[in-house]
C-alpha cells in the first residue's frame, strides 16, 4: 500500500520548478517508494505566477501568502525555494505546522538562520533536508567511496572549484541576491556554501581557513518590475552590490589534509565549471559537473609518470541504477534533485534523515561566516560547529 504524501512548493523561481518536477518524477525512477507525493499548494508572492504554475503542474490550490501552506492540513511536506531571507522565518513556522520540509541552500543569511530552523525541525519531529544536490552525483559518491577505502593512500590536498558567468554581466539586476539584508553572503552563499558540502562530504570537517573575497561589479541597476533567475536591467537606478563576487580560501582539515577552495560568479567563459581535484599519497581523484557521469582516476604504485584513467560512473554506483541501465550513460542536472526528492521522501516514510540534512547546512553556514571573518580580518580563523 503506498501512502498519498500532499507536498507544497514556496517560492515558485526557477528552483521551485525543479523541485515540482522532481516530485513529479521521483516515482517512476524509484517505484517501490512507500510514498507518493500529490501536488497540493503553491506559494508565490509575484502577481499570477503561483496560479500559473498550478495550471502547468497540476497543484490544487496556489496562493500568494505562504501561510495559508503552514495552516493547510492536506500539506504534510514543504519545499521551501524562496529567497535566502525568508529560509528562517518559513522554515520554522513550516516545522512549528508539523510540516516537513525539503528546503534549499545556505538556509537562511547566517548560521543563527540555519540553527534555528535545525531546531524547530528536531523539537517538532519532523524531517528536514537541504539542497545540497552536487554530492547526489554518483560519480561524487564513488570518489568519496574511492577515498574512503584507501586506494589513494593518505589525502594530501583537495582543490575545489565552482567558477559562474550568471552575474558577469554589466547589465545584470540589482536583485535580492545581491543585497546583505535579503541575500545574506553573495558568492559565499550561492556558490561556495556546495564547495564546503563538498569539501566536508569528501574529506570530513574543516578546522581552520583564510579567506579573501572582492566585489569585481560595484553596481547594478535595480530592476523595475519582477525578476526571475538573474535577469538583466537596463536604465534603472543605480544601486550597490553589497556582498562578494569572488572568494578564495585556504582550507586545513582535521585529518591534516589541507584544501583550495574558489568560487566566482562573475566568471567570464564560465559556465558552471564546478569541480574537485583530490590528491592522496598514492593516486588523486577528479570531477568536473559538466562531464557529470565521469571520474578521473590515478591509482597504482608507480607514483612519478602516473597514469590517469576516465572512468565511467555506472550502476554499481550512488543512485545510478534507477536512472540508467550501464555506464557512460549520462545523467543531468535535473536528475540530481530526484535524488534528493527520494531521499527526502524516504525520510519522511522511514523517519530516519537520508542525504543532506539541516546540520550539514549548519556546519555549511558556520564555514561561510569563518570566510567572512577572515576576509575582514586578513588572519587564518578556526572553524567551530
Not at 201 to 216: E, K, M, Q, W, Y
Not at 238 to 266: H, I, K, Q, T
Not at 349 to 361: F, I, M, N, R, V
Request: charged share 20%.
Amino acid at each position: 500500500m503506498v501512502d498519498a504524501l500532499g507536498v507544497a512548493v514556496v517560492g515558485f523561481g526557477w528552483m521551485g520548478r525543479v523541485h515540482t518536477q522532481a516530485y513529479a518524477r521521483v516515482r517512476h525512477h524509484y517505484p517501490r517508494l512507500a510514498l507518493r507525493p500529490e501536488l497540493v499548494a503553491v506559494a508565490e508572492e509575484v502577481p499570477g505566477r503561483a496560479d500559473e504554475a498550478a495550471e502547468q503542474f497540476g497543484f490544487a490550490s496556489a496562493t500568494r501568502d505562504w501561510r495559508e501552506v503552514a495552516a493547510d492540513p492536506r500539506v504534510r511536506a514543504v519545499s521551501i525555494t524562496a529567497p535566502n531571507f525568508l529560509h528562517r522565518e518559513i522554515g520554522v513556522a513550516m516545522a512549528e505546522a508539523g510540516k516537513h520540509i525539503w528546503i534549499e541552500k545556505p538556509v537562511g543569511l547566517a548560521p543563527q538562520d540555519a540553527r534555528a530552523v535545525a531546531d524547530a525541525v528536531a523539537k517538532a519531529g519532523v524531517q528536514g533536508a537541504v539542497g545540497f544536490n552536487y554530492r547526489n552525483a554518483p560519480a561524487v559518491e564513488a570518489a568519496r567511496d574511492l577515498i574512503a577505502s584507501g586506494e589513494l593512500g593518505t589525502v594530501t590536498h583537495v582543490r575545489i572549484r565552482l567558477f559562474s558567468d550568471y552575474a558577469a554581466h554589466p547589465d545584470g539586476a540589482l536583485t535580492w541576491r545581491y543585497e546583505r539584508e535579503r541575500g545574506g553572503s553573495g558568492v559565499l552563499g550561492d556558490l561556495a556554501s556546495h564547495g564546503v558540502d563538498l569539501a566536508r562530504f569528501l574529506l570530513g570537517d574543516i578546522t581552520s581557513l583564510t579567506a579573501d573575497t572582492a566585489v569585481f561589479v560595484p553596481e547594478r541597476a535595480r530592476p523595475t518590475g519582477a525578476t526571475a533567475g538573474h535577469s538583466l536591467a537596463v536604465g534603472g537606478e543605480l544601486g550597490p552590490v553589497e556582498n562578494e563576487d569572488y572568494v578564495n580560501c585556504l582550507l586545513r582539515f582535521a585529518s591534516g589534509a589541507r584544501g583550495v577552495l574558489e568560487a566566482c560568479r562573475v566568471s567570464v567563459g564560465e559556465q558552471n565549471n564546478y569541480g574537485f581535484e583530490v590528491h592522496g599519497t598514492k593516486g588523486a581523484v577528479f570531477w568536473d559537473f559538466r562531464r557529470m557521469n565521469e571520474l578521473g582516476v590515478s591509482r597504482g604504485t608507480t607514483y612519478q609518470d602516473q597514469p590517469v584513467s576516465t572512468v565511467y560512473v555506472g550502476p554499481g554506483d550512488g543512485e545510478f541504477a534507477a536512472f540508467q541501465p550501464g555506464a557512460a550513460n549520462a545523467m543531468g542536472y535535473d536528475d540530481l534533485k530526484v535524488v534528493e526528492a527520494y531521499r527526502f521522501l524516504r525520510s519522511v516514510a522511514e523517519g530516519t534523515p537520508y542525504g543532506a540534512t539541516l546540520a550539514d547546512a549548519v556546519h555549511s553556514a558556520t564555514v561561510l561566516e569563518a570566510m567572512t571573518r577572515s576576509a575582514e580580518s586578513g588572519s587564518w580563523v578556526e572553524v567551530h560547529p
